[in-house]
T-cell receptor
Framework: QQQVKQSPQSLIVQKGGIPIINCAYENTAFDYFPWYQQFPGKGPALLIAIRPDVSEKKEGRFTISFNKSAKQFSLHIMDSQPGDSATYFCAAEVGGSYIPTFGRGTSLIVHP | DAGVIQSPRHEVTEMGQEVTLRCKPISGHNSLFWYRQTMMRGLELLIYFNNNVPIDDSGMPEDRFSAKMPNASFSTLKIQPSEPRDSAVYFC????????????FGPGTRLLVL
């Protein structure tokens, strides 16, 4: 059972574009939502995370938008660069569980 | 700190052989995770240890897979006998073990079973 649904599976944008990756969940007990970035040949690394008490969080060019009522959250990359080309995973975690549930991942390519 | 260390980085073996993957978590981290990544299934959690004790192994696909953590600085994932469908990238990750925190992933072991 896929508890975190991520879309799109792949995304291609031009440099400077704003790719948006969406995730949806069903378990209302989730209360921590991290995003991980994975470059080819590397392990995933934490990019940014949000808790449901805020609707938006920005870190540099990366922004998470969170809609608790819709049970959806998304990652926006402002002014995307070729170096942002990677696979992005959203995840969700129940408080006290220690175990995140990962989405399937989105392969992003940013063309120069 | 060197981060999470995994070995080997690449492994090619023949069907039926035993495969052992190794992981050294970040010093001071109390939680350790083994994941498998494939194109078809994405990133799957296989097993989770806390303070060297297996807490959740519901993701281990079958009895051919086993994992141990004899001490806080070492864990192994063993596949015996290996099958072609086990071909994947296997990641080890560690975290402080306080919940809702960053998981630090190793570079992964790319396994190919012929």
């Amino acid at each position: 059972q896929q508890q975190v649904k991520q879309s799109p599976q792949s995304l291609i944008v031009q440099k400077g574009g704003i790719p948006i990756i969406n995730c949806a969940y069903e378990n209302t007990a989730f209360d921590y939502f991290p995003w991980y970035q994975q470059f080819p040949g590397k392990g995933p690394a934490l990019l940014i995370a949000i808790r449901p008490d805020v609707s938006e969080k920005k870190e540099g060019r990366f922004t998470i938008s969170f809609n608790k009522s819709a049970k959806q959250f998304s990652l926006h990359i402002m002014d995307s660069q070729p170096g942002d080309s990677a696979t992005y995973f959203c995840a969700a975690e129940v408080g006290g569980s220690y175990i995140p549930t990962f989405g399937r991942g989105t392969s992003l390519i940013v063309h120069p | 700190d060197a981060g999470v260390i995994q070995s080997p980085r690449h492994e090619v073996t023949e069907m039926g052989q035993e495969v052992t993957l190794r992981c050294k978590p970040i010093s001071g981290h109390n939680s350790l995770f083994w994941y498998r990544q494939t194109m078809m299934r994405g990133l799957e959690l296989l097993i989770y240890f806390n303070n060297n004790v297996p807490i959740d192994d519901s993701g281990m696909p079958e009895d051919r897979f086993s994992a141990k953590m004899p001490n806080a600085s070492f864990s192994t994932l063993k596949i015996q006998p290996s099958e072609p469908r086990d071909s994947a990238v296997y990641f080890c990750a560690s975290s402080l073990g306080q919940g809702q925190e960053t998981q630090y992933f190793g570079p992964g072991t790319r396994l190919l079973v012929l």
